[in-house]
């Protein structure tokens, strides 16, 4: 049994990113982000689409043509199609922030784009 709680990175000069499964057309990931955002200027444009939660903490999400970034604390959840190019605009320095991300293609299941 394991928990996306648990063994939480200490060293959090960077955000952590860790693959916990990946197969096929699907990969989850789990995100942890201490006060950290995405480098003035840079987007994540990615070929698949990313379902995230917060499962503990808060950030904020811009996607690209939205004026106002998506606030997200625990227990929120939002679908980013893929080709749709966002950022993280902040994340609380209070606790770590803690994501579960899984990207999957919009493919035919022929397809692998991950």
Same mark, same amino acid.
């Given at each position: 049994m394991n928990s996306l709680? &648990? +063994?939480l990175p200490t +060293? #959090? /000069?960077e955000e952590v990113i860790e !693959? #916990? !499964? $990946? %197969? @096929? &057309? !699907?990969?989850? $990931?789990?995100? !942890? %982000? *201490? @006060?950290?955002? %995405?480098? $003035? @200027? *840079?987007? *994540?444009d990615q070929p698949c689409a990313e379902w995230v939660t917060v499962v503990k903490g808060a950030g904020r999400l811009l996607l690209e043509g939205d004026p /106002?970034?998506?606030e997200m604390r625990s227990g929120d959840y939002l679908l980013i199609p893929a080709r749709k190019r966002h950022r993280v605009e902040w994340t609380t320095e209070l606790e770590p922030t803690v994501w579960l991300a899984i990207h999957f293609s919009e493919a035919p299941s022929d397809e692998s784009v991950l």
């Open positions: 709680l &648990q +063994d +060293d #959090l /000069t !693959v #916990l !499964v $990946e %197969s @096929g &057309q !699907v990969r989850i $990931e789990r995100i !942890v %982000s *201490y @006060g950290h955002c %995405s480098p $003035e @200027g *840079y987007w *994540y /106002t970034p998506i």
